[in-house]
């Protein structure tokens, strides 16, 4: 069983210091990714889903570190290995997709020689890694072999115009295509695991639906799993085969993407879903989660969604709860479904 | 008895616009002696300010009259010096440390001038250029693009050239470029203060143009306009000495620390203080100037970039 | 795109150029005072016939608007009018002092960028270390001196205290090399000469610092802080993402963006480094063009303080459109 997972995170704390306190913005979490899979990381903004992408590339910006845990990504502990080796496995073995593509392509640089770069950190040429070309053949298929392949992934991302497309400058381009070259980037590589981090939130509705199926369509094709995370809950329902909840630095809720939305053990969970505006025929109020994100910095409670719980109870207040396995592959952590109360 | 009524409520509407002006102004102060930098700068212009003042007074000696028998006398820490001339004595036996305090009234002068014209001028005409816009605007701007292709210290020597030496031909050659940052800046700000809003509400309510540019310019812009006045005003100084240097600017015997350097250039070998001292006093001087220009900008608006 | 770019920013400097011509000229002839007189230098036993013929030489009996044609005519040649002192072409005069002076700012330009660009990248990259905090207070200090006097203090100490470096001029005589640009340094390169190259190079050495001092503070300010904020962006993160190694991350990301409005500040530097030229020249007696123009104020040689400040505004308005260029270069977002 265990050789399946991909990725076994245990423990992942990641804290940032700042002047008036530490947050805790990833506060001991646990979970598993498995081969081939897509799964869901949802959350309010601020709960711990960007900074958990990041601690995994132990990219985590500076004051912040991580500083307990274990990372394991094929068989190793991506915590302790060296920065060299941390290089090699970034965009190679784990990519990542940010959230803005305006922002996070380089205005002065073509789009394709920022795909071409890729390529060229691993040393990938033609798709395959240069190790596997032998010595003589290597020579000038370099730079060719690699714009052929930049096209080829611009092609594959839906670009209108790949040859066009590699010459233009990102501002040149909309926003929907910024992202798809994004896309190409992350995948350029052929790595192992995808993490996509709000890929669409900066994008308009019409455009996220095809960033979302182009994502989907390169998934089935390849021996890639992706942890998509987003703050729409609907986008985890269509593409997730998992979903992991988050609130406040902790996973409050993991299951199969059937199991939890349709049947949602934690009281977060159920309030998001409730929250989600609905087409009825008659008018109905939306109903939001009373209250606002905590302060990272002071959990005050045990449980920190307890002041804004409608199923809080004096029992919540008296210990932590862990997550308890409450179906098949269907985890929670509330007090709700601790053994020792007598509610189950 | 309604005319005592109106009295009394105007002067109460004085009196709150009194109250938040003193309110900010005692906040501003309390920033300002906060942030240390700019406070040590303060301390250190308001030190020379107060020289510059009571010169006569505190000056150890008269700046104008040597006696050739203390000439080229060393500074007190070096043999051969006196006590009675602390920085010793220049090349015609007179007292360096009282030239320099005399000097200070000359840079410190010219900095305020100079920077205090060019931005009145600056503030003026960029408010109607960049209000009314029109032919106006178009001339100014070309006009300021033109004196702008001109380096600084070129453009004021050649004014020195042909309308001669003198503290006033000096400020008018200063101002004559000085005022083009400042016209760019308000002139700037105002363009794009004007679609805002609150003109538009000013304007609805019958306002005359000259109270709604009055009552913009005051809040928005004057933040930026301090800053960079402070900003520039010990450059302004370094312009002045570099031209007195030069010959070109305050002429002798008026002490001008500029002027003091370039007569100390003929003994260096001998006589290292004339040439040093003054400049160390300027350094000093631009230096606290400068302090209290980025505490300013820190205190009043950390966004502003202006170099 | 880009070369229609370059083409308007060089017929854009052609008017600039020919407002700065006649301002200068319109400029000068405000001058009080009758210029035949400074010439004669109040000799009283000239005749009529002869100051009449003076001012025929020069062109000085003709209506204003006519000498500001023949003015702008000769300009174009070339012919910037007569020395009032030395009677020959002031541009003959001006030519022979211009590589002197283009030496001089070279020297300083470099020793500005060369120090200026590292520090500012290490302390952006390093912030809050104890280099960033010296730099940048020295950099303060720098912006705060005035560089004569910083020119002063260094021929005081490394001139005349420790003898290791020549107090003032460009060579010494005997070891001129062979006349090729007329850039010493350059000229001792090329006819391969070592001890001029060596003797140019000592000359050039505490002018450079002196002029570049100033500039140097300015770009490491400048440069530090688009650095700190270039470094904030998300692009930064994404190549960090990839797996690029962070000495790749900074020089070839974050560098080629900070430099964007650094090389604006750069441009307008030089307009000071033109002025701070001049004075520098003065201190270490450097024969350009600063002394040229210093020495004619003082001569009352106007057609040669006007030809020089000519060329000193022409020699900026073409730097800056250099750097214009350069800027359209490095950033691909400037459309029409």
Redesign the interface.
Known sequence: MNNDYLLKVTGLTTIFPTRRGVVKAVDHIHFNVNKDEIVGFVGESGCGKSVTMLSI?R?V?YPGKTIDGEILFDGEDLLKRSLPD???????EI??I???PM???????KVGEQVR??LR??KIVAGVSEKAVPWYRRHGSGKKAERLRVLELLEEVGLPAPEENYRQ?P?ELSGGMQQRA?IA?GLSCKPKLLLADEPTTALDVTIQAQILDLLERTMRGRDTSLILVTHDLGVASEFCQRIIVMYAGRIVEMGPTVDVLKAPKHPYTTGLLKSIPRITKEKVKIKSIRGTVPDLINLPHKCAFYPRCEKGSPACEEREMELVEVEKGHWVRCMLYDERTERS | MSNQVQERKVIDLYKTKLDILVKDLTSFLRELIAHRTAFLGAMIILIYILAALLAPWIAPHTPFQGRLRLRLLPPAWESGGSTLHLLGCDELGRDLLSRIIYGARVSLLVGVLAVGISVFVGVALGSIAGYYRGWFDQVLSRFADLLLSFPYLIFAIFIMAIVGPGFANLIFALTLKGWVEFFRLVRGEMLSEKTKEYVDAAKATGRKDFAIIASEILPNIIHSVIVLATLRMGWMIIMEASLSFLGLGIQPPTPAWGSMINAGRAYMLSAWWLSTLPGVAMLALVLSINLLGEGLRDILDPRLKID | MRTIRIVERVLVAVPIMLGVAISVFLFMHLTPGDPVDVMLGGASYVTEEEEQALRKEFGLDKPLHEQLMLFLGGLMRGDLGNSFTERRPAAEMILERLPATVELALGALLFGLVIAVPIGIISAVKQNSLIDRTSMAAAFIGISMPGFWLGLVLIMIFSVRLHLLPVAGRIVYALKPDHVTGLYVLDSLLTGNFPALVDSIKHLILPSVALGSVLAAIVARVLRSSMLEVLR???V?????????EYAVVVK?AL??AL?PTITVVGIQIGVLLGGNMIIETVFAWPGLGRLVVNSIFASDYPVVQGTVIVYAFIFVLANLLVDILYTF????ITM
């Open positions: 590339l990219l910006p941390m290089r090699r496995i970034r965009g190679k990519a990542m940010f959230q803005d922002t996070t392509l380089n205005p002065v640089f770069e890729s950190i691993h400058y501002h994004l980037i | 962006a998300d692009y993160s994404l190549a960090r993402a990839k797996g690029l190694r990301h080629r963006n964007i490095l950033n691909p977002k």
